[in-house]
């Protein structure tokens, strides 16, 4: 079974600041993908940002860049220039992938809750 | 093009009834995925169905759990009788079938479950 953990229960910097959230996680498979999803105050959760776990670079999303550490197992999210928007909960998950295809159910971590100060 | 929906978004019941707990999934996907969260603890995954057939139900908690997908379109999570316990957020995701985008899912805005 995979376990995934963030360790920040919650984080609050100012607008404009750079932020790092951190997300470790547990398995012995070799195939799989790595996600940010991020849900808004009163809102739906919605992707952020993905990772393929055969791919060595790291994926980046505009301002939202991916530090992806296999060997480590390390998955963490950076937000450059931070704005206010961006205040929500951040959920690190893990999808495990079948041989011949499809994949299981995510397992998320416990979440990150990001506070952007004006 | 419409997101995913879900039904009621709150619901309150007392302990020993019956709650239905509905999803319309993103039109032509064929994954649909239950979750839940309890207060304070992660998002578990509850079952997924590929079109109208449960592909993996391992995350149901127990047989109180029913959950149905009428002709591959939306879902039903009915949860009979409810227990304290039962109260959380339910989460229902969708995504394409496995030749297209499988693997980002499309969240529901969740159906807030509390049981008294």
């Known amino acids: 079974a995979q376990t995934v953990t963030q360790s920040q229960p919650e984080m609050s910097v100012q607008e404009a600041e750079t932020v790092t959230l951190s997300c470790t996680y547990d398995?012995?498979?070799?195939?799989?993908?790595l996600f940010w999803y991020k849900q808004p105050p009163s809102r739906q959760m919605i992707l952020v940002i993905r990772?393929?776990?055969?791919?060595?670079q790291n994926a980046t999303e505009n301002r939202f860049s991916v530090n992806f550490q296999k060997a480590a197992k390390s998955f963490s999210l950076k937000i450059s220039d931070s704005q206010l928007g961006d205040t929500a909960m951040y959920f690190c998950?893990?999808?495990?992938?079948?041989?011949?295809?499809?994949?299981?159910?995510?397992?998320f971590g416990k979440g990150t809750h990001l506070i952007i100060q004006p | 093009e419409a997101g995913v929906t879900q039904f009621p978004s709150h619901s309150v019941i007392e302990k020993g009834q019956t709650v239905t707990l509905r999803c319309d999934p993103i039109s032509g996907h064929d994954n649909l995925y239950w979750y839940r969260r309890v207060m304070g603890k992660e998002i578990k995954f509850l079952l997924h169905?590929?079109?109208?057939?449960?592909?993996?139900e391992s995350g149901m908690p127990n047989n109180r759990f029913l959950a149905e997908r009428t002709g591959g379109t939306y879902s039903t999570l009915k949860v009979q009788p409810a227990e304290l316990e039962d109260s959380g957020v339910y989460f229902c995701?969708?995504?394409?079938?496995?030749?297209?985008?499988?693997?980002?899912?499309?969240f529901g805005p969740g159906t807030r479950l509390t049981v008294t």
């Open positions: 398995t012995s498979e070799n195939n799989y993908y």
């Open positions: 990772q393929e776990a055969y791919k060595q």
């Open positions: 169905f590929v079109k109208e057939s449960k592909q993996d």
């Open positions: 998950a893990f999808m495990r992938l079948y041989s011949g295809g499809g994949a299981d159910g995510l397992t």
């Open positions: 995701a969708s995504s394409q079938d496995w030749g297209g985008s499988p693997y980002e899912q499309y």
